[in-house]
């Protein structure tokens, strides 16, 4: 069992949670995730790991309500357990000095893109920010990725806060100012990370996406996770989750994770479970 020590409250919906998992905080890096699962009949589901404090022994992990599992870990706190924290998972980030990194984050992705600035920066890179959400309520780290970023550029799609725009069109901006830019990381919905590369394709500038494909077992031997790159099937899990967003097939991507929706619009409809004294019910 792994216990909730922290739980911060980012949006109605976005939830920051801090679990006592010391040996994933020792070794992960930036880039990898972790497997849970809330209880012995529930699903496992991904969750980039977004920090660590090898001192205290926990990890850090932003989580959003968008389907059954993940609405039942936002109606845990302080305190209560999850039964399996399984990592850390995937390839690490390949860090190096690239110059100019910008970095992207659209939605909740910006969980993800934090660790990978950190390190970035701490590389020696300068590292210019891009965050964007649908609605200024929805916006997450801001704070943090300004601490950690020689810039950054905030977007809200309804001009809520920011540009009014999207994040395409900062990276687009930069891109005619000339920068001499020598990594674009982006990650965020998929449709997002098609458009980034889309915009950076051009102009060859080496663009890295991290990809959320259905995935179950976490080690690449149930295939759930297959994705296509350069032509060739490859596992998220083992095999990323980064990869060339030049090489991915996201139309592929798109429908693969089509696959489920009927399910779990059932699944969440259906949802009522009970732990402990405490009983929730969702319809």
């Given at each position: 069992m792994f216990e909730i020590v922290e739980k911060k409250q980012l949006s109605h919906t976005v939830a920051l949670f801090r679990i006592k998992a010391p040996l994933i905080a020792k070794k992960r890096k930036a880039g990898q995730f972790i497997i849970i699962r809330i209880n012995e009949h529930g699903e496992r589901v991904p969750l980039t790991i977004v920090d660590s404090d090898t001192k205290e022994g926990t990890i850090t992990i932003?989580?959003?309500?968008?389907?059954?599992t993940t609405s039942m870990?936002?109606?845990?706190?302080?305190?209560?357990t999850i039964l399996d924290v399984v990592g850390p998972l995937g390839k690490p980030t390949h860090i190096e000095n690239f110059g100019i990194a910008v970095c992207i984050g659209g939605g909740i992705g910006t969980a993800p893109v934090y660790p990978i600035v950190k390190a970035l920066k701490e590389a020696g890179n300068k590292v210019v920010s891009i965050i964007g959400a649908r609605t200024k309520e929805?916006?997450?780290?801001?704070?943090?990725?300004?601490?950690?970023?020689d810039e950054l550029f905030v977007t809200t799609d309804d001009g809520s806060y920011g540009h009014h725009g999207f994040v395409t069109?900062?990276?687009?901006?930069?891109?005619?100012?000339?920068r001499k830019i020598g990594i674009v990381v982006g990650i965020g919905p998929v449709p997002m990370m098609k458009a980034l590369c889309n915009v950076t394709r051009p102009h060859k500038i080496h663009?890295?996406?991290?990809?959320?494909?259905i995935m179950v077992d976490g080690t690449g031997m149930c295939g759930a996770c297959r994705v296509t790159i350069a032509g060739k099937n490859?596992?998220?899990?083992?095999?990323?989750?980064?990869?060339?967003?030049h090489e991915v097939d996201f139309d592929e991507l798109i429908r693969r994770n089509r696959g489920y929706l009927k399910e779990e619009k059932i699944a969440m409809e259906e949802l009522t479970y009970h732990e402990g004294a405490r009983c929730y019910e969702r319809t």
């Amino acid at each position: 069992m792994f216990e909730i020590v922290e739980k911060k409250q980012l949006s109605h919906t976005v939830a920051l949670f801090r679990i006592k998992a010391p040996l994933i905080a020792k070794k992960r890096k930036a880039g990898q995730f972790i497997i849970i699962r809330i209880n012995e009949h529930g699903e496992r589901v991904p969750l980039t790991i977004v920090d660590s404090d090898t001192k205290e022994g926990t990890i850090t992990i932003i989580s959003q309500e968008v389907g059954k599992t993940t609405s039942m870990l936002g109606d845990l706190e302080k305190g209560d357990t999850i039964l399996d924290v399984v990592g850390p998972l995937g390839k690490p980030t390949h860090i190096e000095n690239f110059g100019i990194a910008v970095c992207i984050g659209g939605g909740i992705g910006t969980a993800p893109v934090y660790p990978i600035v950190k390190a970035l920066k701490e590389a020696g890179n300068k590292v210019v920010s891009i965050i964007g959400a649908r609605t200024k309520e929805l916006l997450i780290l801001e704070d943090e990725m300004k601490k950690t970023s020689d810039e950054l550029f905030v977007t809200t799609d309804d001009g809520s806060y920011g540009h009014h725009g999207f994040v395409t069109q900062i990276l687009q901006k930069l891109i005619n100012e000339q920068r001499k830019i020598g990594i674009v990381v982006g990650i965020g919905p998929v449709p997002m990370m098609k458009a980034l590369c889309n915009v950076t394709r051009p102009h060859k500038i080496h663009t890295v996406v991290s990809l959320n494909p259905i995935m179950v077992d976490g080690t690449g031997m149930c295939g759930a996770c297959r994705v296509t790159i350069a032509g060739k099937n490859k596992f998220v899990c083992v095999d990323g989750p980064e990869f060339d967003g030049h090489e991915v097939d996201f139309d592929e991507l798109i429908r693969r994770n089509r696959g489920y929706l009927k399910e779990e619009k059932i699944a969440m409809e259906e949802l009522t479970y009970h732990e402990g004294a405490r009983c929730y019910e969702r319809t």
